[in-house]
């Protein structure tokens, strides 16, 4: 809190000089209460323009003043306030030129924290019914030609973020679906009956598992005439043991993709052992 003083004479009325002079006494001084009264009157909101760096565009201030005093009553703070609002607007001003400078036109934000800070600093007045303390608050906004210019730049980031958080949705979306396929396939299997199954759910999905079903099942065949040309080949040349295994390894692949002997696939497993 600064300990500088703006000595002035208080300007009293007329009426209120003649009441005093018909009273014979000056009027009485207050006594020190230790209670701090805080007024800040919300009608008074005052605008400030301040140039920002390179002399340019001005800041758009918005400020209001809040007295205190703890040497008078509230009603003493109020005419007190009214007596010193002129002087404080001044210094507000002085204070809020000083800062707006250092601070580029876009840089609203940071200037408002800035000022803030400066005008955080009270000052005090000393008039009829005591000492007086004055601070203010501001909120500031930047040049309306610097906010036309920054719109187009604002919209495509709020857009990009847009369109982020659609992705990732998507992404977390796709995740969840691929999960759900992956367990019925696990459950199913992945004969045609899954590709049927599919068309009766979502045609992209549908085109997505019938090309998965018929690739496993095309590479399933190709697995199966290697496996029964190593059997006869095995078999040929007297390696029974090898030729057995061969078959049995084919007897398996076809139970498990549901295949017959031709490669095409069969309602249940007991045909495809046959």
């Known amino acids: 809190m600064s300990s500088k003083y703006r000595h002035g004479k208080r300007r009293r ?9 018909f009273r014979g006494a ?7 209460s230790n209670e701090e009264v805080i007024h800040q009157p919300t009608d008074d909101i ?17 400020t209001a003043l809040v007295w205190s005093s703890r040497q008078m009553s509230y009603d003493d703070l109020v005419d007190e306030a009214r007596e010193f609002t002129a002087s404080a607007r001044d210094t ?17 934000a940071a200037a408002e924290q800035a000022i803030q800070q400066a005008l955080a600093d009270t000052w005090c007045y000393r008039g009829a019914a005591g000492t007086v303390h004055c601070s203010a608050k501001a909120w500031v906004r930047p040049d309306p030609k ?15 973020e847009a369109n982020t958080a ?3 949705l998507r992404a977390d979306r796709f995740e969840e679906v691929a999960r759900r396929w992956q367990r019925l396939f696990d459950e199913l299997g992945h004969d045609a009956m899954v590709a049927y199954a599919a068309q009766l759910t979502d045609p992209a999905i549908a085109g997505v598992v019938t090309g998965l ?24 040349v007297g390696l029974y043991e090898f030729a057995a295994a061969y078959d049995a390894a084919l007897q398996n692949l076809r139970r498990q993709m549901h295949l017959d002997e031709n490669g095409f696939p ?7 052992s046959s």
């Open 266 to 272: 069969v309602a249940d497993e007991t045909k495809a």
């Open 13 to 21: 009325s007329l009426w209120r000089r003649l009441v005093d002079w």
């Open 92 to 108: 507000v001003r002085e204070r809020i030129w000083q800062v707006a400078r250092g601070f580029s036109p876009y840089q609203s």
């Open 146 to 160: 610097v906010r036309d210019h920054l719109m187009p730049f604002e919209l495509r980031e709020l857009e990009l």
């Open 46 to 62: 005052a605008r400030v323009s301040a140039l920002s760096h390179g002399d340019v565009f001005e800041f758009q201030v918005d």
């Open 213 to 236: 079903v018929n690739h496993r099942r095309a590479s399933a065949v190709e697995l199966a005439d290697v496996l029964r040309q190593a059997s006869k080949d095995h078999e040929h």
């Open 26 to 32: 000056p009027r009485p001084t207050p006594s020190i």
């Open 166 to 168: 659609l992705a990732l």
